[in-house]
């Protein structure tokens, strides 16, 4: 990228002047607007010469006496540093390539792509050692099993990635804000349940939004006001307690009702995705369980399976 960039001599831009918050220097600056306007244009180059002899002087006297101060730099450039830095654009190509999820065709492809992501999530989590702590409706591809070892999905963008068990790497929470876990939201310690919650938000996002614009509405029309909205504005704190609601019984019952009619054969799976995330009872139950993780992965991969079985 840098091929032929080669530069002899650095370069003065025009207005490159320095600033500093320094009374005499603003002094400087208005006595020079006044004494300009009372010389005529015969001794206008004259005094300019004298005027800029001065100023550079008052210049380098200003830098002194602020860059003797604990050595601290008065502006983002410092007199004898380049004014560039020397940067490297890098790119990472992965494969397999894929199309985003939310260009899903068919609700088997929609299917299909999410349960093959959380197949490739569950062997960076058990066999990489890895967790993700991303998962978005960006970060879930849509592949060709000719050319992606049978899998017809994928997970991509490691940016937020980290090794188990290495502790809190992160400042703030990681995530999607629309997608992201209940208890991520409350500042809870990231885990692999997590990111299998925030699969099942996706999935609701697809079939109650997404879905719409992508064909499967018919004549139908889509809310006004969708409730997922709430899911993308306002404090982390509120978006978790709105997450909370949707996930009771009743809650998601209401969001299922968002979904075009042709998206209803997906209800059925969302049901029991949240039994296996949040329990068995109207309400719901957050937290990780202690112990092996397929005891989450496998009844997920499974809910997917019998509901792909069934299109």
Not at 178 to 185: G, I, R, S, T, W
Not at 247 to 263: D, H, Q, S
Request: aromatic share 8%; hydrophobic share 35%; net charge neutral.
């Amino acid at each position: 990228m840098r091929e032929g960039l080669q530069f002899s001599a650095a370069h003065r831009f025009r207005g490159d002047d320095v600033h500093f918050d320094d009374p005499s220097t603003t002094t400087s600056t208005s006595s020079k607007r006044k004494s300009s306007s009372d010389h005529t244009s015969d001794d206008a180059s004259a005094s300019k010469r004298r005027r800029s002899t001065g100023q550079k002087s008052k210049l380098a006297t200003v830098l002194n006496d602020q860059l003797s101060i604990g050595n601290t730099k008065p502006s983002l450039y410092t007199p004898g540093e380049d004014l560039w830095e020397n940067r490297i654009y890098s790119c990472l190509v992965v494969s397999p390539a894929g199309r985003v999820i939310s260009e899903f065709r068919s609700l088997k492809e929609l299917l299909e792509s999410e349960r093959d992501a959380i197949k490739a999530h569950q062997s960076l989590y058990v066999k990489g050692k890895i967790l993700h702590r991303d998962i978005s409706s960006n970060n879930i591809i849509i592949t060709n099993p000719e050319t992606a070892n049978g899998f017809k999905g994928m997970l991509i963008d490691l940016d937020l990635a980290k090794v188990r068990d290495s502790g809190p790497s992160a400042r703030h929470q990681t995530g999607t804000m629309q997608f992201m876990a209940v208890e991520v939201l409350r500042k809870t310690d990231h885990t692999y349940r997590h990111d299998l919650e925030s699969f099942f938000y996706v999935l609701l996002w697809m079939c109650a939004r997404q879905a719409w614009s992508n064909g499967f509405a018919g004549e139908e029309k889509p809310p006004k006001d969708s409730l997922l909205r709430k899911w993308e504005i306002g404090s982390f704190k509120d978006i978790a307690r709105v997450k909370a609601g949707d996930m009771t019984v009743n809650g998601l019952e209401y969001i299922m009702g968002e979904f075009p009619k042709a998206m209803d054969v997906v209800k059925p799976l969302c049901f029991g995705l949240r039994t296996i995330l949040f329990g068995d009872t109207a309400r719901r139950v957050l937290g990780t369980p202690a112990g092996d993780p397929d005891q989450l992965y496998t009844p997920t991969i499974a809910a997917y399976d019998e509901a792909i079985s069934k299109l």
